[in-house]
């Protein structure tokens, strides 16, 4: 039995202490024998014991800390712990050599938890879906609905691929060392990938553009992105609404005029 370092704060460790929850969470992912189950974070292990016990095609670790992923490779032989940046990690290499699109788990660290979610969309066309446990506003913001202040750039770019359901919640309590937020657990269910998305690359700056403006009007917002003529021609949504009174479909009918009018 190995002795554990000591957490380390610059790599959010907050580690899962309550294996009801761990059993809970592992068995959300729904493994079959036919899956790549690939774990982010996988820390002392909490979850790698019990996906370890699963029967199914491949089983991948993505863990920064070379402490954790040396000691993670001793117990686990039919796991391959890669000790790297889940943010450098290639789904598509991992797709191309197994073929399935990845299910990904995680209770992922708080402090990258925006970079992880854009890099699991932005590499959607390779992964099915993912369970993660998330800090628990974050997760509020995931399944928030217009007109509401939750909602933001997390939101509509989230929905725009993917339905995500919410699990549950996990308390602070349950954790060591304790964090100063609770947690939810959420599926995301990935439908459409970026490349499906017509214009996804505009769609995604006009929806950065707005709610980092968020109090003001779009006609004043999307003057960063069109000029004053251009502005004039658009007819797709009503320009003095906020960003957050657009829904995805009309963020999306907006990236489609823009670039319809950009075009000519
Ligand atoms: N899954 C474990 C650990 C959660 S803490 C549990 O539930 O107990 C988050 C884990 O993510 C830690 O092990 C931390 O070292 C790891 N981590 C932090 N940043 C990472 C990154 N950029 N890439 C991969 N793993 C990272």
């Given at each position: 039995m190995s002795v554990y370092p000591f957490p380390k704060?610059?790599?959010?460790?907050?580690?899962?202490?309550?294996?009801?929850?761990?059993?809970?969470?592992?068995?959300?992912?729904?493994?079959?024998?036919?899956?790549?189950?690939?774990?982010?974070?996988?820390?002392?292990?909490?979850?790698?014991?019990?996906?370890?016990t699963k029967k199914c095609r491949k089983k991948i670790a993505v863990e920064i800390d070379s402490q954790l992923a040396d000691q993670l490779k001793e117990i686990y032989h039919n796991i391959e712990i890669?000790?790297?940046?889940?943010?450098?990690?290639?789904?598509?290499?991992?797709?191309?050599?197994?073929?399935?699109?990845?299910k990904v788990v995680g209770n992922i660290p708080y402090n990258i938890t925006s970079p992880i979610l854009f890099?699991?969309?932005?590499?959607?066309?390779?992964?099915?879906?993912?369970?993660?446990?998330?800090?628990?506003?974050?997760?509020?913001?995931?399944?928030?609905?217009?007109?509401t202040k939750e909602y933001g750039i997390?939101?509509?770019?989230?929905?725009?691929?993917?339905?995500?359901?919410?699990?549950?919640?996990?308390?602070?309590?349950?954790?060591?060392?304790?964090p100063k937020v609770d947690s939810m657990v959420i599926r995301l269910e990935f439908l459409k990938s970026a490349s499906?998305?017509?214009?996804?690359?505009?769609f995604k700056h006009i929806v950065k553009s707005t709610f980092n403006n968020r109090r003001k009007m779009l006609k004043n917002s999307l003057k960063k992105i069109v000029n004053d003529q251009e502005l004039n021609q658009i007819k797709s949504v009503p320009l003095n609404l906020r960003p957050e009174n657009l829904s995805i479909d009309e963020f999306n009918l907006l990236a489609n005029e823009i670039a319809q009018i950009q075009i000519h």
């Open positions: 704060k610059r790599f959010g460790q907050n580690f899962l202490t309550n294996k009801h929850y761990a059993a809970k969470i592992v068995d959300s992912i729904n493994i079959f024998e036919q899956d790549t189950v690939m774990e982010i974070g996988p820390g002392r292990g909490v979850l790698t014991e019990l996906i370890n890669m000790r790297q940046d889940i943010l450098s990690f290639s789904f598509e290499e991992q797709y191309k050599q197994s073929k399935t699109k990845i890099h699991l969309l932005d590499n959607s066309s390779y992964i099915s879906q993912a369970v993660l446990m998330i800090q628990k506003e974050v997760a509020e913001r995931l399944i928030a609905q217009k007109d997390l939101s509509v770019l989230v929905n725009a691929q993917a339905q995500v359901k919410k699990l549950f919640v996990v308390d602070r309590k349950n954790f060591h060392p304790q499906e998305l017509e214009n996804y690359e505009l």
